[in-house]
């Protein structure tokens, strides 16, 4: 091949049509590899440490996007609040870390995979939604179940919603590195997706059994039904918090353990496929697997924070301080629930033995992160 | 989903919301504003179910269009000079992106509608894919084109240079200071109504024209999602109108969003798409003539003016100051001149202008080759080391210029600029505007009411005082900008890939940088007026070096 300077070569004059103007397309041989030189095959993003061997396409696209005057920021944040906190601030957590960006999404979600999946969820919950719709099974469900989904498995849309819009959303502002906020973000949408996908099952049976069904019942079982108080405590409660991994830890390592899963796995799982519901454990089997994901993340932010070669001991103990704020609340959330489980026609699992998994579950994750619930939350 | 459906299903998602009774509500982000309940509709009735897909199907083309452009290998005919700037652009878009996520918090709790809320929660996640595509774009550039340097870097350079300061205020702007402020009038009325336009559209058409059809596919996906967020910003400002109280706030918002974003993005935006395009048609558009049409025509006289009705104050002469330093007064032409003077502290290469470049030029911007002709020719004379100096320290008659306080980009406009003691320092502002946002916007009250929720701006903010006094090769080591080899420079005053023909440290060793507000606080009294009155003046270029 001749030598073309780096200005190229026209290989068409841009003549075009009578009175029409189009760029010139030139060769200009500008492709990597064509000429060799100081830093010509530097070819990664080298200014950070990926956790394995190589950079991932999720570290790639999100590390070190949040910059940090701890790291290349040396002009500082320009902008700041009224009282002078800068943009991002470390102390707005409790917790503390030696290396904030140390921390990696174990899902690795960026904009493709985390698309992709909801996505393929989304067609999921089309798919189960119109095969019911099409054979029209609601006219099926046991007319208690009915009554059941109406008032309470409806219902669960709202906490789904309010952690979702209300916790993740802002926590998602606050943290220290892109790596946990994006991470957060999804989270936000894990559970927003999760409170439409409920509202909108909600509206097909509507839908299809008009007469039979009060597709808005939920709206005050959630504001006034005892059974449900507690668990709306125990989510407005996160709606005020300052710290943004407190929120993260309220939300991930105790109410959806103890309530969420109890609520979903322990009771809408077994309970409606008894009751002729095949549909509805398609939705809430997702909200599920979806948690699973989270817990993920969560778990890997946590253990990163409890081993902490500096402040390692610290978080924990202020961890165990959130034990024993959030543990309390979202027992008695859980426990206000316990009514339901007798109200089917046909009864799964107690309420007893919901709650005995749901515990065990949830010390599992304490164990994980070297967490001991005191004597007295073990009485509960 | 059918739309009808859609309808339905937006009309139900509004029963997830409720009033909390348990707790007391305490916005973590402050506003100055005031807002009535209830208001303004979603118009464009976003839900989950239909929102993924449709997404989905937007990266199914982004994505078939990067694998085309590999096996097509697209950077065989792909313009240097353009490739260069990318290095700048990708590096500071991002955190705009991710910053836009972050700032929905502000809304959510400031603003009380719920349906509102809903559409900045999409708006949150389609920032983050923003971000991430576009890191994605920048990664294949490296990857593919002839010199990677500085898009390996990326990051990093964009922290600590004084360029990705300039940009970072698009970003910091939307999630600081009064809620209200930020999210809504910096980000959602002014920028995304604005300026997303000009960055996502004009960019990818000139991007196209320099071979690179790559960043249109990535930018034009990017804009689909852009009415979206420009209908969450529209229905909170008019709940924002429908308070008088807010009115004087609101005045003030836009003069300082308008001017900021005009000095920041005109800045860089205006210099890639004139000084970074090898496409010198006539008939192609000059900045100028696409900042008339999107910003003048399109955004100001067909968005802003008929929100008079609703009682908005439109700052019409600062938008008339800013087309004014457009067209007659070539602002971006003085900053394609600063970054070129800069060039041994950037992290890309700028290449020379040529006739071809300076005909273009003269035919779109009459008189600009008797202000910019005669430096560029001694650029391109400089821009092979062959024992001269970089330009910025040979004998060229231009003056390097103060930064401005506010925009952080140099008072380039001499005659425009102002100085005053503030805050125990002197400071330089590029425009009466630029004093007006540090000494009367970004303060504790506006027009005799307090405006304890403003922010402040904070910082470093002249780059150069970093270095005050530092040896020029010092600093580029200290900044990260020198190649593998330990001693050539990332940044380039040409686009040549002759190991030979690149500039070291090793050139600029020995040369002391400094920085002119640190001396400007040094002067005496008398020393700084006679100083400030000769700056204002200007300088000439010498017909030889
Ligand atoms: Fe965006
Ligand atoms: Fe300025």
Redesign the pocket.
Known sequence: MSEPGPEGRPILEAAGRPGRSIPQVVLTDAEAGAAEFAGSTSRVFNYFTPQKRRNTTYENVTVDVQPDPERYLTQGWIYSFADGTMGYEADWTRMKSSDWHAYRDPNGEWERTFYRHQTRNVHQVQQTMELARTTNVFADWDEKWLEIFAKHVSTWMHPEHGLGMYVFVRAQREAMTNMHNNAISVMAIHKMRAAQDIALLNLEVSQQLPDKFDESVHQEVWMEDPMWQGVRENVERMFVLGDWAEEVFAANIVFEPLVGELFRSGFVMHAAPLQGDYVTPTVIGLIRTEYERDLNATRDMFTLLVEDEEHGEENKQVMQEWLDKWVPLSIKAAQGLEPIWSEPEVQAMSFEESFGQAKSRFEDILSDLGLQLTEELVQK | MARKSVSKAHAKIQELSWEPTFVEKDPKYKTDYTFKEGGQKDPMKQVLQSYFPMQEEKDHRVYGAVDAAIRGNMWRQVQPRWMEWQKLFLSIIPFPEISAARAMPLLTEAVPNPEIHNGLAFQMIDEVRHSTIQMNLKREYMRNYIDPAGFDITEKAFSNNYAGTIGRQFGEGFTTGDALTACNIYLQVVAETAFTNTLFVAMPSEAAANGDYLLPTVFLSVQSDESRHMNNGYGTLLMALANDENKDLIERDLIYSIW?QH?VVDAAIGTIIDYGSKDRRKDRDSYAEMWKRWYYDDYYRSYLVPLEKYGLKVPHDVVEDAWRRISDDFYHHHVAQFFATGWPVNYWRIDPMTDEDFEWFENKYPGWYDKFGKWWEHYSSLSEPNGHNPIAFENTGYVYPHR??????P?LIREDTIMDYVDGQWRT???K??HW?DTVAYREEYKGRPTPAMGKMTGKREWESLYHGWDLADIQHDLGYVRSDGKTLVPQPHVQFEQDKMWTTDHCKGIEFQSPNVLLNEMSDEEREKHMEEYKQGFTINDTL
């Open positions: 900021n000095a401005c306080w506010s925009c952080m980009v008072c502002y590029c425009h505007w630029c946002q």
